[in-house]
């Protein structure tokens, strides 16, 4: 079979073995109840999905402050460790593994979500628009983080990731990617620092290192990774001079031992010109261990990608949601069926 490297087992490190090279992409899905905690029926969905190699989870917000979108979960109290619970029961019955994705939103968040006066970021730099599907709320202009906000939100992190463990998590995924916080501040058009968190590469890179180094002091290296999108694409404009912080923040991550980095993009055929190219392929450019690509890709082009060595796990999303079966689907070569956004409306 063509894509026969896919359902050859993976470990990540010498405590994690995933059994096959297929992950089910983190997707948001508004699912939440109004406590943001997860129901009986996110357990299901995800259960469903437990032939995967690993899931990732729908983002979860840190704390009440990191929300930007209606119904999505949190991992910072006892009802919602209790209710992520049940969904990595679920799938570790059905003999599957599961990684929680941790999030704060930044200037993406909005205060009505958490009843706020503000919202956090690095710089006051306001993304334009509003938030999806509640047209009315249109983004406020952020509060810059101060020095003893920021150590909080580091802390907060490290909390989050201790509870996703609690919860029954295999481990993390950092959401660094996609105009959120923490890819805020790696990038100079939501970054306008001139403290020690801006200006240069080092000082982009120090808030999202941080993270990193207390997820992984929290909880094992071995069970923390991380998603970044060197290429800005969403709640996000490019600069040249992104891709020197990149650069800067690749070879730091390169010194350390983390399960996995993911790429953060929706079509991984999208060109950067500051990064001369795709974001996977400047990312391995950058960083030898182990990558997992993601956009747009097919089983056929995932498996064709990770015998050209651009990356060593695949992650699916669209996909996912359209074929709960996608595993066997691909296995058998049976037809999957089309993704289509109406499907967002139940979860199936
Ligand atoms: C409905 C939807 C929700 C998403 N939610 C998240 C999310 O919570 N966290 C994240 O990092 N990416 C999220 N993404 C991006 C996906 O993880 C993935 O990068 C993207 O869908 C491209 O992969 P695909 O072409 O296989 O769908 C979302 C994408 C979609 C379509």
Redesign the pocket.
Same mark, same amino acid.
């Given at each position: 079979m063509m894509t026969d490297n896919l359902f050859k087992s993976y470990a990540l490190n010498s405590t994690i073995t995933l059994k096959n090279r297929i992950v089910m &992409?983190?997707?948001?899905?508004c699912m939440a109840d109004n406590e943001l905690v997860p129901t009986q029926q996110m357990a299901d969905y995800y259960a469903k999905r437990s032939d995967s190699g690993l899931i990732i989870s729908? &983002?979860a917000i840190i704390r009440p402050d990191g929300q930007g979108y209606p119904n999505t979960p949190g991992l910072f109290n006892d009802k919602q460790i209790a209710g992520w619970r049940v969904v990595t029961d679920a799938v570790h019955n059905n003999g599957g593994k599961i990684f929680a994705?941790l999030?704060h939103t930044g200037r993406v968040a909005h205060p009505h979500f958490y009843q706020g006066e503000f919202v956090l970021a690095p710089s006051p730099q306001k993304v334009e628009g509003s938030v999806p599907r509640m047209r009315e709320l249109e983004y406020t202009l952020p509060k810059a983080a101060t020095v003893e906000e920021i150590a909080q939100l580091v802390k907060d992190y490290a909390q989050s990731a201790a509870n996703a463990i609690d919860a029954g998590f295999d481990g993390v995924e950092i959401?660094g &990617?996609?105009g959120y916080l923490i890819d805020q501040f790696l990038h100079f058009d939501s970054n306008k620092r001139d403290d020690q968190y801006g200006g240069t590469a080092s000082n982009m890179a120090r808030f999202p290192l941080a993270v990193v180094d207390a997820i992984a002091a929290e909880i094992g290296s071995d069970k923390t990774a991380l998603?970044i999108s060197p290429g800005a694409y969403f709640n996000m404009a490019g600069d040249q001079r992104d891709s020197d912080v990149f650069e800067y923040l690749l070879s730091e991550l390169e010194q350390r031992s983390l399960a996995y980095l993911h790429v @953060?993009? $929706?079509?991984d055929a999208m060109s950067f010109d500051y990064l001369q190219g795709n974001a996977t392929d400047f990312i391995r450019r950058h960083y030898s261990k182990t990558l997992m690509g993601?956009? @747009? $890709?097919s089983a056929e082009t995932g498996s064709k990608a990770i015998d050209d060595k651009r990356f060593d796990l695949l &992650?699916? @999303?669209?996909?996912f949601?359209a074929n709960p079966d996608y595993i066997t689907k691909v296995k058998s070569g049976a037809q999957l069926t089309q993704?289509s956004e109406h499907m967002?409306a139940e979860l199936v």
């Open positions: &992409a983190p997707l948001t899905r729908e &983002a994705q999030w959401h &990617a996609n998603r @953060g993009i $929706f079509d993601v956009g @747009g $890709f &992650a699916i @999303g669209r996909p949601i993704y967002l």
